[in-house]
């Protein structure tokens, strides 16, 4: 709210000829221009000295105050005319209603940082203080390993953004990607078969942390037979399965003009 320090004004109660528009302004934290605009609007009316200077008297004052309090409610400049001037119960009800958008503005603003809040801890530990307890290790060593790329940050506010229910849907289509390449690779689905390619595809779009393109996908592929924890995930689903799923990306990434002897997490 704005406050006044009249031991900083020329204004006092044997001196009463009142204030200049610059103090008002200082006063105030109101442009000169603004006050100048609220008194052709007709919502100020100060006085003039015998030299045709504006002289703001402590009844202007009080009425700038009130001016301010429902301007910050966001009550707009022709409604403030009439308000200024009203009988208590029209005053009271404009209140009311300001407070309530205030409040709901103030509910929305609480979330907003519990959101930031959340955001930055994903991003810099890998977590959110409500998981922090319950950290799988992995999170840990894939904030260590992609912490500082930009796939990294889309991670993050993917993870603090995504609803419980739409995360278990894409868990779920994972999954269900995950079984249709043990199927092909059980059938003898070849590496490079249109059928190979249109699964590599499949599977870079079920990958929803963050947007993957094809040579990244190549990376990954890599991870999956180097990484023992990641070799044993898709090998326990289908044996071999990591080795197959590492060829039919490579094969499919070829066919886009991939290098593969000098891919790039890009």
Request: aromatic content about 8%; hydrophobic content about 35%; glycine content about 6%.
């Amino acid at each position: 709210m704005h406050g006044t320090n009249a031991a900083n004004t020329r204004w006092t109660p044997d001196k009463p000829f009142g204030l200049t528009i610059g103090e008002v302004s200082m006063m105030f934290h109101v442009s000169v221009r603004m006050l100048r605009h609220w008194e052709d609007l007709g919502l100020l009316t100060p006085a003039r000295d015998a030299s045709g200077y504006r002289v703001y008297c402590p009844g202007d004052l009080n009425r700038l105050r009130r001016l301010l309090v429902y301007k910050e409610l966001g009550v707009p400049a022709t409604r403030i005319g009439r308000l200024l001037d009203a009988p208590a119960p029209v005053v009271i009800k404009e209140l009311k209603a300001g407070r309530t958008n205030l409040e709901k503005k103030l509910r929305h603003l609480q979330q907003t940082l519990e959101n930031i809040n959340r955001l930055i801890d994903m991003a810099e530990k890998g977590t959110t203080m409500a998981n922090a307890e319950t950290l799988d290790p992995r999170q840990s060593e894939a904030k260590d390993r992609w912490g500082d790329t930009k796939q990294w940050m889309e991670f993050a506010e993917r993870q603090t953004t995504m609803d419980g229910k739409t995360k278990m849907q894409k868990e779920q289509r994972m999954r269900d990607v995950e079984a249709k390449l043990a199927d092909a690779k059980r059938r003898g689905v070849e590496p490079g078969s249109d059928e190979a390619n249109a699964f590599a595809e499949e599977h870079r779009a079920s990958l929803y942390y963050y947007e993957v393109s094809p040579s990244m996908q190549v990376c990954l592929g890599r991870l999956y037979v180097a990484d023992q924890r990641f070799k044993k995930h898709y090998d326990d689903i289908e044996p071999g399965l990591a080795q197959w799923l590492h060829d039919i990306i490579d094969a499919n990434a070829k066919t886009q003009g991939i290098d593969l002897d000098n891919v790039q997490w890009e």
